[in-house]
């Protein structure tokens, strides 16, 4: 299984930006999936997850601003990030789980087997 991850980047506070996650190697509708991000020195943590079926929950930090999706038949997972602040300059990682039951949401790194390689959003103020 592959995960690729893009769509950082450098925008300013309150802007929008999307990032998408590509699955390769699975049935991609068979995984269930999660974005972490992480700050130098400081561990990575929990931003959203998205089941299989659907369903989805997020870190207090970004709910309300953060909406997460998938599209089964292009093998793309989305994090949509609205209302940007300096707090949320990250490296931005998503992760995949083919064990998951439809319903299940995973929101731990140890719940992940598959990660990509990560991606760089910078808001500045």
């Known amino acids: 299984v592959q995960l690729q991850a893009c769509g950082g980047g450098l925008v300013q506070a309150g802007d929008s930006l999307r990032l998408s996650c590509a699955a390769s190697g699975r049935t991609f509708s068979r995984c269930a999936m999660g974005w972490f991000r992480q700050v130098p020195g400081k561990e990575r943590e929990f931003v959203a997850a998205?089941?299989?079926?659907?369903?989805?929950t997020y870190a207090d930090s970004v709910k309300g601003r953060f909406s997460m999706s998938r599209d089964n038949d292009k093998k793309l997972g989305y994090l949509q990030m609205t209302s940007l602040k300096p707090e949320d300059t990250a490296v931005y990682y998503c992760a995949a789980n083919y064990r998951s039951l439809p319903y299940r949401l995973r929101t731990t790194e140890e719940d992940y087997d598959y990660w990509g390689q990560g991606t760089l959003v910078t808001v500045s103020s």
């Open positions: 998205i089941s299989r079926n659907g369903g989805t």
